[in-house]
């Protein structure tokens, strides 16, 4: 994937290969959320709204959520920016632009099934249309993460994610630079995808080169949202709705960015001693001060009662999201339910994991073990096949 590279790294900054080839206020749900977020008094007291009189960063968030999910309700298909694969025109090899582009999918299911085993397996029971689509989805937000995570991070730049997102645009606009783009071009030509989570994701990276400490939740909430939450946004639109739910479809992504930053929260957690070593602290300045704890004490990296008290209450809050997300899986289309509850369940494991290591992030690494992820799967299959609740709940029209 040196193409992507050469595009987005300046000459100066030259590098080889990348992957391989290269709540609302006035919404009831989210104050709920919120109230459950505060049920707990001390560091889990959601005090956004407070201590930034301005908008929290919840509610800048739940923003992103209502015009996603306002456009899944209209169905929007921008058809005028589809690309036009027509069978007929060949090119010197014989092969179709129709080929080229059930080739650049078949390659962006190469690279999730060599990074993603068991999502990949996952998707496998989605139709081939849907399934097609959440690997292009996959390969750009991975692609994205190496810019900032991966071998050639270090000739990365504010300039080069600029780049970046112009390439993005330009996708979303029907001009894919490389295969990988003509597959999420015609992903976002078919489906109703808004290119404001996949720009959020940019805006993540460029934190990441810029920020590396956060104050309190209000500011992690608004990073894990950035680089994780936007992940349900842009996967929803694809996975589908079942026709039976009747929840709204806010509800449905909520439940999605919900998701996501469980996810993140559980990735901050796992990779506490790691990141350290890399300098940075995800952990909320705040609440650390109010465990009595601080940089050094993480630097250091002992496991003291500080320690395993604060950990608890932080893992206690991921659970909290994830709790929030199984909400919103039984109203997603039957065949997406799978993937999303094994993830959801392999994922939510790593948080036990912690626990089970004695809450040492510091030395060890939480991991779920190959005989517990092959439990999960039927787990996962067994909770997929409920479908949305039959119950009538408060419609809201899509
Ligand atoms: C209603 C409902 C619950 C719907 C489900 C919506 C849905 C599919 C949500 C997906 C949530 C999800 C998997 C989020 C990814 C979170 C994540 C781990 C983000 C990582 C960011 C950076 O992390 P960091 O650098 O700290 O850590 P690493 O050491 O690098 O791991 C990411 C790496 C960003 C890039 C994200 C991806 C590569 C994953 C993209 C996944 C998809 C597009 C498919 C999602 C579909 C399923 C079924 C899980
Ligand atoms: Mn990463």
């Known amino acids: 994937m040196s193409g992507v590279l050469l595009w987005v790294v300046s000459p100066k900054e030259n590098a080889t290969s990348l992957l391989g080839l290269m709540p609302r206020i006035g919404n009831p749900k989210r104050s709920k959320f919120c109230s459950r977020l505060s049920f707990s008094p001390g560091i889990l007291a959601y005090s956004g709204a407070v201590a930034h009189p301005s908008r929290s960063s919840e ?31 060949e090119s010197s090899d014989g092969m179709t632009n129709w080929d080229l582009l059930n080739e650049a999918y078949d390659r962006c299911g190469e690279v999730c099934a060599e990074y993603a085993k068991t999502f990949y397996l996952g998707t496998l029971l989605m139709t081939p249309e849907r399934r097609r689509a959440v690997w292009a989805i996959y390969v750009w937000c991975r692609r994205t993460d190496e810019l900032v995570d991966g071998p050639n991070a270090s000739y990365i730049t504010p300039k080069a994610l600029d780049r970046w997102e112009k390439r993005l645009t330009d996708l979303f606009d029907g001009r894919p630079y490389d295969m990988y783009d003509a597959a999420l071009s015609d992903t976002v030509a078919k489906y109703p995808v808004d290119i404001q989570p996949f720009k959020d994701m940019v805006e993540g990276m460029r934190l990441d080169l810029r920020k590396s400490r956060y104050q ?180 809201v029209a899509r």
Do not use: H
Request: net charge positive; charged share 25%.
């Open 59 to 89: 509610e800048r968030v739940y923003e992103v959520v209502l015009k996603q999910a306002a456009l899944v309700r209209e169905q929007r298909r921008p058809k005028e920016k589809a690309l036009d694969f027509g069978e007929g025109v």
């Open 216 to 395: 309190n939740f209000d500011e992690l909430y608004l990073y894990c949202y950035y680089v994780a939450g936007t992940v349900g946004l842009m996967s929803v639109p694809v996975m589908g709705i079942s026709p039976e739910s009747k929840a709204s479809t806010e509800t449905v992504y909520n439940a999605a960015l919900a998701l996501g930053i469980a996810n993140q929260l559980t990735n901050i957690l796992r990779d506490v001693g790691e990141d350290a070593r890399r300098g940075r602290v995800y952990l909320p300045q705040d609440e650390l001060a109010q465990a009595g704890l601080s940089d050094d004490d993480i630097f250091r990296g002992k496991v003291t009662d500080k320690w395993q008290s604060f950990m608890k209450d932080q893992i206690k809050r991921a659970r909290m999201f994830f709790d929030e997300a199984e909400k919103g899986v039984a109203e997603l289309n039957s065949a997406s339910r799978w993937p999303v509850w094994a993830s959801l369940l392999l994922y939510r494991q790593i948080l036990d994991a912690i626990e089970a290591n004695g809450y040492d992030n510091f030395t060890k690494r939480a991991y779920v073990g190959k005989a517990k992820k092959l439990v999960s799967l039927p787990i996962a299959y067994g909770r997929a096949i409920i479908g949305p609740s039959k119950l009538t709940k408060p419609l």
